[in-house]
């Protein structure tokens, strides 16, 4: 249930990223979604002592994912 809610949610912040009128609010919204799905990942993985390390946080292969145009901060 979680992977299938937290695939639905990255697709949404795909969409809404690629799109070049994305309201403020939405993406506050989504940003919000995003950081809430992470914290319970973060959980679920160091409740059963899968936590990351530093490394495996980083960037790979210098990809940072999609930039925002500075407009959609208002």
Not at 17 to 31: D, M, Q, V, W, Y
Not at 45 to 71: C, F, I, K, Q, W
Request: glycine letters at 10%; charged letters at 25%; zero cysteines.
């Amino acid at each position: 249930m979680q992977l299938s809610l937290a695939a639905d949610l990255v697709a949404h912040a795909l969409e809404a990223l690629s799109a070049e009128g994305a309201e403020p609010e939405e993406l506050r919204r989504l940003t919000a979604d995003l950081t809430d799905a992470l914290k319970e990942a973060l959980r679920g993985a160091t409740s059963r002592g899968h936590s990351l390390s530093a490394a495996d946080v980083g960037t790979r292969d210098g990809n940072e994912g999609p930039r925002l145009l500075a407009a959609a901060f208002g």
